[in-house]
């Protein structure tokens, strides 16, 4: 396979206002840029500015001359603008939080990333909806959404997609995704995602063999495109697990994913369930027709039972009972997809799979002739041939055996990894585990850093860093 830093993702959108690294993960969620970077950065080393941030988990994204962030700030839910040359505060609006919602403690009222194009930045809190400015700060318009009941809170990030503005909504019930005017804010289509019981992935997007524009949209169990106007659903893969929080990676006519739901998914070690009637008679010693926690025949499915509770009152009905059997019967993995078709390609679309090494949070990079997948807990990398799914090799990271929400970037052959107590790793972006440089940031990091022009753009818990040549 070729070099893929794909000429794909690495070409600048027009606009004054337009840069490459303008959605979460950067040109369509590669995480991969172009250029020149320095592989020995930290807080007292190549540093050219830093500011301090208000609390949030947003990551960093670009315009030709801002960088945006969310935060929370008291009752406000806040987006801010910042000079890329200097770190100076440019613009700072507020929304009051129309509610306080429910978030894992390794989540944030402020973590999904603001989405830019040429003249507007749109951001989604999950306390109040959907807000539009234009690059001078100007309120063009919100939309209140929710409330939502995902059991990790919402995590997915807004994308523009032309004139629409793509929002993926996956919770416990009642999941859609949703397709907003850019300009009017109004809603254009609401498409169910009926089978899709939690997750928090951004989409992606490609451009189908007819010109239509498609987003994909790993969930539970299921990959599925949809066409960007209208929010029809065009084709879809199985065989995902039911937790998908990562974003895929498209190159050329292939699709990158991986997800993790639990150990119980992992090839080999699969907790097999009757159907909800037999079980109903077997398992129902309260004779309520329903089934609780004490009655589950396995300590390790009592023990995560909040989780298939999707309607939480202590017992599965049917609906939740079969839920569970579908969730235990998905296996961990990475996949390659082959992209297009119409309804289900699953037969024909999967190029491979590889059930060893998944991880659920970091997602995809496909960068210097490997796929590369970092595991959430340990530094653990696995490198994959892209071609195949075969394994190259897997290590551990020599400074970053930690736990990691931010993902992979690459650039300038060269990965940057940022553990969740601040530890980067850059890595040389080839066969084999080869640490280039090491930093300890001293404080904790969930944001991915945003790379363009030669700079590297980094959030701590505090602070927002820009790295890079004078």
């Known amino acids: 396979m070729a070099p893929l830093a794909s000429a794909l993702f690495l070409t600048l959108l027009s606009g004054d206002g337009a840069a490459a690294w303008n959605r979460f993960r950067g040109p369509n969620g590669s995480g991969i840029a172009s250029g020149s970077y320095p592989a020995e950065i930290g807080p007292a080393q190549g540093v050219r500015w830093s500011q301090a941030l208000p609390p949030g988990h947003s990551s960093p994204i670009l315009s030709a001359k801002r960088v945006f962030v969310t935060a929370l700030e008291g009752e406000n839910l806040t987006t801010l603008a910042l000079e890329r040359e200097s770190g100076a505060l440019a613009w700072k609006q507020a ?112 451009r189908a063999a007819d010109g239509r524009e498609e987003i994909l949209l790993p969930g539970s169990y299921l990959l599925d495109a949809y066409e960007a106007t209208s929010g029809e659903r065009r084709w879809w893969v199985s065989g995902l697990p039911a ?44 004779k309520d027709g329903r089934i609780g926690a004490a009655e589950l025949p396995d300590e390790r499915l009592r023990n995560n039972f909040e989780y298939y509770d999707l309607v939480p009152d202590g017992t599965l009905d049917a609906g939740e009972w079969e839920g569970l059997r579908a969730s235990l019967s998905a296996l961990n993995s990475a996949q390659c997809i082959r992209l297009g078709g119409k309804g289900d390609v699953s037969a024909t679309h999967v190029l491979w799979r590889q059930h060893r090494g998944a991880p659920q949070l970091p997602s995809p990079l496909v960068y210097g002739g490997v796929y590369w997948m970092l595991d959430d807990q340990g530094g653990l990398v696995t490198e994959l041939d892209p071609e195949s799914g075969a394994i190259f090799g897997k290590e551990r990271l020599a400074h970053g055996v930690d736990a990691y929400y931010a993902a992979p970037v690459g650039a300038d052959g060269k990965l940057y990894l940022l553990s969740q107590s601040g530890m980067l790793s850059v890595i040389a972006a080839r066969k084999g585990l080869t640490e280039l440089h090491a930093a300890q940031f001293g404080e904790s990091c969930y944001a991915t850093p945003a790379l363009e022009d030669g700079r590297i753009y980094l959030r701590t818990a505090s602070k927002l860093y820009c790295f890079g040549a004078p």
């Not at 009051?96 to 951001?123: E, I, L």
């Not at 919402?154 to 999941?175: M, N, R, Y």
């Open 95 to 206: 929304v009051p939080r129309a509610r306080q919602g429910y978030f894992h403690p390794d989540n944030h009222s402020a973590a999904p990333s603001p989405a830019v194009d040429g003249d507007t930045v749109v951001v989604f809190f999950e306390e109040f909806g959907l807000v539009a400015y234009d690059h001078d700060g100007h309120e063009r318009w919100r939309l209140a959404l929710g409330p939502f009941d995902n059991a990790y809170g919402l995590g997915a990030s807004p994308i523009l997609v032309g004139d629409v503005v793509v929002l993926a909504c996956d919770q416990s019930t009642h999941s859609f995704v949703l397709g907003v005017g850019k300009q009017d804010g109004k809603e254009r289509w609401r498409t169910p995602r009926p089978q899709a019981v939690s997750g928090a992935c951004t989409p992606v997007t490609w």
């Open 243 to 286: 937790e998908m929080k990562s974003v895929p990676v498209v190159l050329g006519e292939r699709v990158y994913v991986h997800g993790y739901n639990s150990a119980l998914n992992e090839l080999g070690n699969q907790v097999e369930l009757a159907p909800f009637a037999e079980a109903v008679a077997k398992l129902d010693t309260s």
